[in-house]
């Protein structure tokens, strides 16, 4: 098996054990500093792999993160966030981790090794979907299972570590390998690496949700307002948007049962909600392009 660098000694932190608390933490801080500029070597490729997920969600594909430990943790986590986030369905995007979903709250023993299991759990993937396999050290049986299956059935792929010489990197169709350097502690890939990854899968999905008009400005402009904390910030961006005062926002959002852009089409076009949910879809749902005219 390949090296893995996330496995070396440190040698910045070797006396970590007898530091002073504030002295620890600052340690870690310091290496958490390098993971920023680790991450921003790889623009290009992350930006290429954004490109590749927009282009699989327009023809109506799904996201799919497959990882074993913190790395499937981490999948899991961000593609939970998608459905409140930017109103898409959980179908949209999905982790799947090694050892099924116990494994998200419990160490399951062996679950990485299991080639077999990868390749069973990755027969949800069609080629209209988009594969991301994530591991620090990009070794584990298991993604090479998940890649396998995707090959076979023609799914893009997109593998993200920190060992270029590991074997998803061989595998995948793309890659985004940070070299994040050795760990705090030897070996705890959760710490540096995953801080990495959580900064990639970010971009991603953030990225790919953006494109595909999931966004206006920088306002999140599909979310939905399950609680009073999103119903306020769907009200202020309405208000923002359409230049309207807080309470014609929430007159607004309450015809509409709180759909943010129906609420700014009605508003400013001066029209009443069938009609402005009607021109939205003239426009694909997506308002920047109902601004510009641009019809899909």
């Known amino acids: 098996m390949s090296e893995v660098i996330t496995e070396y000694r ?45 282009k699989q969600f327009l023809k109506g594909g799904r996201l799919f993160y497959f990882g074993a430990g913190t790395s499937g943790r981490l ?3 961000d593609a939970s966030e998608c459905p409140p986030t930017f109103s898409v369905s959980p179908d949209m995007v999905q982790g799947i981790i090694a050892g099924g979903e116990n494994a998200f709250r419990f160490a399951v023993e062996g679950a990485e090794d299991n080639y077999e299991a990868g390749y069973e759990d990755a027969k949800v993937l069609t080629d209209n979907d988009i594969a991301v396999v994530i591991s620090a050290s990009g070794n584990p049986k298991y993604l090479l299972g ?3 299956r995707a090959d076979d059935v023609n799914c893009k792929t997109i ?10 990197a061989e595998d995948a169709g793309h890659v985004i390998c940070v070299e994040v350097g050795p760990e705090v502690i030897a070996g705890s890939s959760r710490l540096k690496a995953g801080t990495a990854q959580k900064m990639i899968l970010n ?13 206006y400005e920088n306002f999140m402009i599909d979310l939905k307002a399950t609680n009073e904390k999103l119903k306020d910030r769907a009200i202020r961006i309405v208000a923002q948007i359409a230049d309207v005062s807080h309470s014609d926002a929430l007159a607004a959002l309450l015809k509409c049962n709180w759909e943010i852009k129906t609420a700014i089409v009605s508003l400013t076009m001066k029209i009443d909600i069938e009609q402005a949910r009607a021109e939205l879809k003239k426009h694909g749902g997506v308002l920047r392009k109902l601004q510009q005219g641009v019809k899909v």
């Open 10 to 54: 440190n040698e910045n932190t070797k006396d970590i054990d007898i530091l002073s608390t504030v002295d620890m933490v600052r340690k870690m801080n310091e290496e958490d500093k390098l993971v920023a500029l680790a991450v921003e070597e790889e623009t290009e490729h992350i930006a290429q792999a954004v490109d590749m997920i927009a």
């Open 75 to 77: 999948g899991i986590l």
């Open 146 to 148: 998940v890649l396998q």
């Open 159 to 168: 593998a993200i570590t920190c060992n270029s010489n590991g074997r998803i």
């Open 203 to 215: 971009m991603l999905s953030t990225g790919a949700m953006i494109k595909v008009g999931k966004t």
